[in-house]
């Protein structure tokens, strides 16, 4: 037997049990059975190429560790770690990932409902991923205790639904640092980590997950047969409005949410139609030594309110890390700040403390914006909220120094046509 | 400080010659621990060593000969009894006594190894390290103490070698060099001559006899009989921990001597004014 | 033969030319990271404002004007500051590496070995997670040293047995611990991600680097990196002795137990200085006493001297890649040490494996 005969046979189990990837119970037993079918010969091999992939992995990160600096980065050594398991992981699942039918390309990554209230099951939805599969998410019936994972989930069923039919929600909302709904995520009480055997004992018949969340908890969670919707992108509000639609139809919410967006659009467009009109004001998103330029979802909320962002103008693209000396040069009129819930003031003084930055207009009064940092990064229709308390500083901030912006502004180099076709 | 006396010699004095050295051990002995049962590795031990000797400390493996050493160099404290050195004890409670101290007695170790590489010169130049103030550099008088060790035991073609590429003849006369460059008056070797070649052997032992004879109390230990008996002025014989005779080589060679600490019958063979042994396992 | 002329010595000669080269390196880097920035200062006003000399104007740069009281702050309040830090952190992990080589006899002994990055790291991770950063910027620093100390400590509690430390005992103990704090770091920071920000915090700090650093940072690291490289120096010697065998070295007079807490202590303040004023930079403690010995031998009085030298070299040269590599954006300075680093480790290793025998 060949090498290659060998691979054949070790992956021929997967690509015949190809079959929708979401979580039905009948389903999510093939793997095992796959594999039981395989080729002992075959097996083996795989296993053996997984222990040799499994010690090359070791091996690297223990090499990692050693060179590390003084091998003590906890957190990026956590992050090398996870990343390792996710590798691992991947490498056993590899007959996983090729057993979703492989259909025409996707035109529509969104979840939508494909068949209602057909015989035992209440409804299934189906989304076409990046990949070209189609994966489904069959719900039996309407879900009654659901359990969500992260926070923007979290927010949003908080806001569509009734505490009673929220089983649990994440640890994250049960402080004041991440979640905005305290008052009403202490209605639903139960705040669960990533344990699937936590998510289980509250016996769910949903659970919401997002694409960070430990691989194996959404794999577990199917394999006992409840259903998991994980949302997979969070890059803006079109991404947010989708995830909201997912879960209004997974939870069968649709008006409600229908009217949530109809209410954050129009709130959407009111800022930037006031906005529109206002004199672009050139601004900067800066948290920890890093600028949101292009790409970022606070990039987005300031071209809704009419800012250019002076880091995406610059090039940059995504989290750039960026000096002061850098952030004093692009000389934006206005900086926003995340910090701890409470702390801001403590943020803004920090910030100004640095001598050559106070000596930037920033130093005067409405310049540095500081905001909570679960304002900050949210991903649920707060979002709209975090556009209106961003387009809420610059109005404050054009109608103190507008003129005097106007005439001290310099052009920056490399700046594009959206912003100065709107400065007056 | 006296300095070389002959100075064109090819083997100039290097070391001043202190007739009054003395190293005095007074009923010293160590037990490993407190309990009454703890091993004990030197029992009870009277030794009285005058500068301008060759001793050597003789005894099958376990005797106690290293730790006599040990001991003497102020390695290790006794448990009970004193050490003197020139007829004051030998106090190791402070960094400055303990450099005072190896300003006055070497120490050469059995096993020896160098991490890092060192070349010859640079561990030749350790020996002045206890001569000098933490942040001052070598004096001239340093380095005229480390070129006449080196040249008295003809390391310098040898002397930018690193110490682990050495021959284990050359990494010996490399620790003389050392105990010779820090001019102190009392060297202590422990096993100098083992894991070396005859000639190279004979070698150690005909300098140490050379240094001896300049007035500089030299005290090795040998597991060579015939060594000890043509080298050495006066023969300390151990036996667990225990001294068993002490005095010339030819008195305390004797047959009746070696049978009862080696357990080997010894026949000694003469041709003139050299002698030899011939061995014999006793049948037990 | 004539007794004086130790100079004719191959090393002594090699000596002359890498210290000549280290201090013109680390003098080009200095002035580079003075010269270099955002702001295009001319270098005849960076001079001048260092210098102290009258104020021109109005700063003509390549991006537009700036005012000479900016110019000024930029280089006076970031520039400097940041050049300074990061000679300072150089030095600190460099002599840190070389004592931690020495006193673990392994070349590939690093400032993390015997857990006092960890702990270091872990005391700054504290005190970030109870929200101490913001009330004052000393006390995360302080947190770093404190957990430097700490971690040292309960190293040579564990290692300690009748009275001595045994090098293989330490060196354990040190790996444990190191894996214990890592594991108390990790959880440190699960704790404090459920409120994201405090991780933000935690994680942009541990990514560590010299960006944006003031005087504050300055004046916390001066006074543990000085007294550290003092310490270090006064016990060079000491620390030769001791790689001839314990025996030996105290026959030369090295009290070998007090030697290894001063060498400890002396490693913890020059550690834990460095972590916190720049996070967790790595390599720097491996790969320059290693590089720097295999120049001029292992002799530690010059090994830690130019170790410091160089050490400060490779971190400023290493911030003005990671300031120039993605301009406008910054690179992480740990991140430049190792992609630098390492391969340049591997490759001296190849290389030197082959050549043991000549000098």
């Known amino acids: ?424 | 400080m006296s300095r070389p006396s002959e100075p064109e010699s090819s083997s100039p004095r290097t070391a001043p010659a202190r007739v009054d050295a003395s190293l005095v051990l007074e009923n010293v002995t160590l037990a490993l621990g407190e309990a009454a049962h703890a091993p004990v590795l030197v029992r009870d031990l009277d030794l009285d060593l005058r500068a301008g000797s060759l001793v050597v400390l003789l005894g099958p493996n376990g005797s106690g000969k290293t730790t006599t050493l040990r001991l003497a160099a102020g390695l290790v404290a006794p448990t009970s009894g004193r050490v003197l050195l020139d007829g004051e004890p030998l106090d190791r409670s402070r960094g400055s006594s303990l450099r005072r101290l190896a300003r006055r007695v070497a120490y050469v170790p059995q096993s020896y190894q160098s991490t890092f590489d060192f070349t010859v010169r640079e561990l030749v130049a350790m020996a002045r390290y206890p001569h000098h103030g933490r942040f001052a550099a070598p004096s001239l008088a340093d380095r005229r103490q480390v070129e006449a060790a080196l040249e008295r035991l003809e390391l310098v073609p040898l002397q930018h070698r690193i110490a682990h590429t050495l021959s284990g003849g050359e990494l010996q006369r490399v620790q003389l060099a050392r105990c010779l460059a820090s001019e102190a008056h009392v060297l202590l070797l422990d096993e100098p001559t083992s894991n070396l070649d005859l000639a190279h052997g004979l070698e150690v032992l005909e300098v140490c006899r050379a240094l001896a004879d300049e007035g500089r109390l030299v005290v090795l230990t040998l597991h060579d009989l015939m060594a000890a008996r043509r080298f050495a002025d006066r023969v300390v014989l151990l036996q667990e921990g225990r001294l068993v005779d002490d005095g010339t080589p030819v008195q305390v060679l004797d047959a009746g001597n070696i049978r009862r600490v080696f357990a080997v019958e010894a026949s000694e063979l003469r041709s003139g004014s050299r002698s030899a042994y011939w061995f014999d396992r006793l049948q037990s | 033969m004539s007794p004086s002329t130790p100079a004719t010595s191959p090393r002594a000669r090699r000596l002359l030319l890498v210290t000549a080269l280290c201090i013109a390196t680390t003098v080009a880097a200095a002035l580079a990271s003075l010269l270099l920035g955002a702001a295009e200062i001319p270098p005849a006003t960076v001079a001048s404002i260092l210098f102290g000399g009258a104020a021109e104007a109005e700063i003509e740069t390549a991006g537009g004007s700036l005012e000479p009281e900016m110019a000024r702050s930029i280089v006076l309040q970031l520039r400097l500051p940041r050049c300074l830090v990061g000679l300072l952190v150089g030095a600190a992990l460099a002599v840190a590496g070389v004592l931690l080589q020495g006193l673990f006899r392994n070349a590939l002994a690093a400032p993390g070995v015997v857990g006092t990055s960890a702990g270091g790291a872990l005391g700054a991770v504290l005190a970030l997670s109870f929200g101490l950063g913001l009330r004052s910027s000393y006390l995360v620093p302080l947190g770093a040293i404190a957990g430097a100390f700490a971690s040292l400590v309960v190293v040579a509690r564990i290692a300690r047995h009748r009275g001595r430390t045994s090098i293989t005992d330490l060196l354990l103990a040190g790996v444990a611990l190191n894996a214990f704090l890592s594991a108390l770091n990790s959880f440190v920071i699960a704790r404090a991600w459920i409120d994201h920000e405090v991780a933000r915090r935690i994680n942009f700090w541990l990514m560590g680097g010299i960006a944006d650093r003031d005087w504050s940072h300055v004046a916390i690291a001066l006074p543990g990196c000085a007294a550290g490289i003092a310490l270090a120096i006064a016990h060079a010697r000491d620390l030769d002795l001791m790689l001839q065998g314990e025996d030996l070295a105290r026959s030369l007079g090295v009290d070998g137990e007090r030697l290894k807490n001063v060498l400890l202590l002396a490693t913890a303040l020059l550690v834990g200085s460095a972590v916190a004023v720049s996070g967790v930079v790595g390599f720097v403690g491996l790969v320059v006493p290693h590089v720097v010995r295999l120049a001029i031998g292992p002799s530690h009085r010059a090994l830690v001297l130019l170790s410091a030298v160089a050490g400060a070299a490779f971190v400023l040269l290493s911030d003005l890649i990671a300031r120039t590599a993605v301009s406008p954006g910054e690179l992480q300075l740990g991140i430049v040490t190792a992609f630098v680093g390492a391969p340049f480790f591997v490759f001296l290793l190849i290389r030197e494996r082959g050549r043991v025998e000549t000098l």
Request: net charge neutral; proline share 5%.
């Open chain 1, 1 to 424: 037997m060949t090498g290659s005969d060998l691979c054949r046979n070790a992956e021929r189990p997967a690509v015949e049990t190809c079959v929708d990837r979401a979580g039905v119970p009948p389903l999510a037993a093939t793997p095992t059975r796959g594999r039981r079918e395989r080729p002992r010969s075959g097996s083996t091999l795989a296993c053996r190429r997984r222990d040799l992939r499994r010690v090359h992995l070791a091996l690297l990160v223990a090499f990692i560790a050693a060179l590390a600096p003084g091998g003590c980065r906890p957190a990026q050594r956590g992050g090398s770690a996870s990343e390792a398991g996710v590798g691992e992981r991947k490498a056993e699942d590899g007959g996983d990932e090729s057993r979703v039918v492989a259909t025409a390309p996707a035109a529509q990554h969104a979840w939508r409902i494909v068949e209602s209230a057909g015989g035992d099951v209440w409804r299934t939805l189906a989304r076409h991923d990046a990949a070209g599969g189609r994966e489904l998410l069959v719900l039996p019936r309407r879900p009654q205790r659901i359990v969500s994972q992260t926070v923007a989930s979290d927010e949003v069923l908080l806001e569509l639904l009734p505490a009673e039919r929220i089983a649990g929600l994440s640890t994250y909302s049960a402080s004041a640092g991440t979640s905005i709904d305290l008052a009403k995520a202490s209605r639903v009480g139960r705040f669960v980590g990533g344990s699937a055997e936590e998510i289980l004992a509250l016996k769910p018949d949903l659970v919401i997950t997002a694409v960070y969340s430990a691989p194996e908890l959404t794999r577990r969670l199917r394999a006992v047969g409840v259903p998991v919707l994980q949302l997979r992108a969070f890059d803006g509000w079109g991404d947010i409005e989708d995830n909201i639609g997912a879960i209004a139809a997974a939870v069968g919410a649709e008006t409600a949410a229908e009217e949530l967006l109809r209410s954050a659009n129009g709130r959407l467009e009111a800022v930037r139609s006031r906005r529109a009109r206002a004199p672009a004001v050139r601004a900067l998103a800066y948290t920890y030594g890093n600028a949101q330029a292009a790409g970022s979802t606070f990039d987005e909320v300031l071209r809704i309110c009419g800012a250019r962002n002076v880091a995406a103008e610059a090039g940059l693209e995504g989290w750039a890390a960026i000096d002061l000396e850098r952030l004093i040069v692009w000389d934006p009129e206005i900086v926003f700040l995340s910090s701890e819930t409470g702390r801001e003031e403590a943020e803004r003084e920090r910030f100004l403390s640095q001598p050559a930055v106070r000596r930037t207009r920033l130093g005067e009064p409405g310049r540095v914006v500081v905001i909570s940092g679960a304002l900050f990064g949210t991903v649920s229709h707060r979002y709209v909220d975090l556009v209106e308390r961003v387009a809420a500083a610059l109005d404050r901030l054009s109608a103190t120094h507008g003129a005097d912006d106007a005439e001290r502004s310099d052009p920056a180099p490399g700046k594009t046509e959206t912003a100065s076709e709107s400065t007056p």
